[in-house]
Nanobody, 124 residues
Framework: QVQLVESGGGLVQAGGSLRLSCAAS????????MAWFRQAPGKEREFVAA????????LYADSVKGRRTISRDNAKNTVYLQMNSLKPEDTAVYYC?????????????????WGQGTLVTVSS
């Protein structure tokens, strides 16, 4: 099983960009589909984006489509989330996640491994 560590969060002004990174330990990273979720204060954790093991297939939540790009580098055991045109409502803790069943990766209950999260704050 992999362990996941996120980085790249911080404070940014509305309209700005951030790139989150998630570094995975272990030699099985390429066997996992990877995803990003977020959880805003007082709200449930929600799906943002996912990428298949090979990186060929990507999935996005409708609310972020066009403003987010998920990618992965299996040689570096890292998955990324490029976030553009950030809005104050994007403020949340962003979590890296992994599972081995891509069709169910949008569901919180189907995630096998979680990172500890990284806070993104977007000021207006």
């Amino acid at each position: 099983q992999v362990q996941l560590v996120e980085s790249g969060g911080g404070l940014v002004q509305a309209g700005g960009s951030l790139r989150l990174s998630c570094a995975a330990s272990g030699r099985t990273f390429s066997s996992y589909n990877m995803a990003w979720f977020r959880q805003a204060p007082g709200k449930e954790r929600e799906f943002v984006a996912a990428i298949s093991r090979s990186g060929v297939n990507t999935l996005y939540a409708d609310s972020v489509k066009g403003r987010r790009t998920i990618s992965r580098d299996n040689a570096k055991n890292t998955v990324y989330l490029q976030m553009n045109s950030l809005k104050p409502e994007d403020t949340a803790v962003y979590y890296c996640a992994a599972n081995q069943n891509l069709p169910t990766i949008r569901r919180v209950g189907e995630i096998e491994v979680w990172g500890q999260g990284t806070l993104v704050t977007v000021s207006s």
